[in-house]
């Protein structure tokens, strides 16, 4: 009798930010994740995406479409108004005992993660990691990160942090649902409503990788305004399309 796959929950953010669908990156970065860390190697993943459809509402339909025939699974749909609604209500749904939190215009640098989903769940079991964040930036002690302090008991190199972040991050959930979901503002309309309010009760975290390791996540600008992102996502796109073509 096979055993039971244990579930884990990606949880994808997005609203519908282009009038464009074909723009959609939801289902991209859902895949860049599932992809490059092996998830579906000994877990149930359990997609969901949580979508406010402002600023186009009426494209809501055609988005979200676009987000499942991109996803690497079945695609569960829900409307929200925001992205800390987005967030609450995703912890409220986790079946698994770990999530991942990942805004729709984010990718996994897979070449620069040595360690496969299960060597990081465990090591975060082990090491009582509550939230393990894929950086942005090379790891140095920067913005939010006032301080970076390296760990070795968790069998892969990461550090802790002074602060949270919406970049990719895997969270314990118990441990979410206890120490953030009380402090999340369900009617925040921005990013702020989850970021500095949060830290300020369940405090930092950790990222994965040493002092130094090179990024580990990569933004595509979901919101078209930054030129160097909007050449990345247009590569990436193009990457995409031509894989599943």
């Known amino acids: 009798m096979a055993a039971t796959r244990a579930v884990f929950n990606v949880n994808v953010f997005s609203n519908v930010s282009a009038s464009d669908p074909s723009l959609c990156l939801a289902g991209h970065a859902a895949r860049s994740f599932v992809d490059g860390l092996a998830m579906a190697n000994g877990h149930d993943v359990r997609l969901r995406l949580f979508c406010d459809p402002n600023p186009w509402p009426e494209v809501f339909k055609a988005w979200t479409d676009a987000a499942a025939a991109a996803a690497p699974g079945p695609l569960e749909i829900h409307r929200t108004q925001g992205l800390a609604d987005g967030y609450a209500r995703s912890l409220d749904l986790c079946e698994g005992a770990f999530a991942l939190q990942l805004e729709h215009d984010w990718t996994l640098h897979a070449s620069r993660v040595a360690h496969s989903l299960d060597e990081l769940l465990s090591g975060m079991a082990r090491a009582n990691l509550r939230c393990l964040r894929f950086n942005k930036r090379w790891n140095r002690a920067v913005g939010y990160d006032h301080f970076m302090s390296p760990r070795n008991d968790a069998g892969f190199p990461c ?61 595509l600008d979901g919101r078209g305004r930054r030129w160097r992102d909007g050449l990345r996502r247009r590569a990436f796109l193009a990457r995409a399309r031509g894989a599943s073509a």
Do not use: M, Q, W
């Open 159 to 219: 550090c802790r942090v002074s602060g949270r972040s919406n970049n990719p991050h895997i969270l314990d959930v118990a441990h979410a649902r206890a120490r953030v979901l009380p402090f999340i503002d369900r009617g925040a309309r921005k990013a702020e409503g989850l970021e500095g309010r949060v830290e300020l009760f369940a405090g930092g975290g950790h990222v994965y990788g040493g002092l130094g390791h090179p990024a580990t996540a990569g933004h």
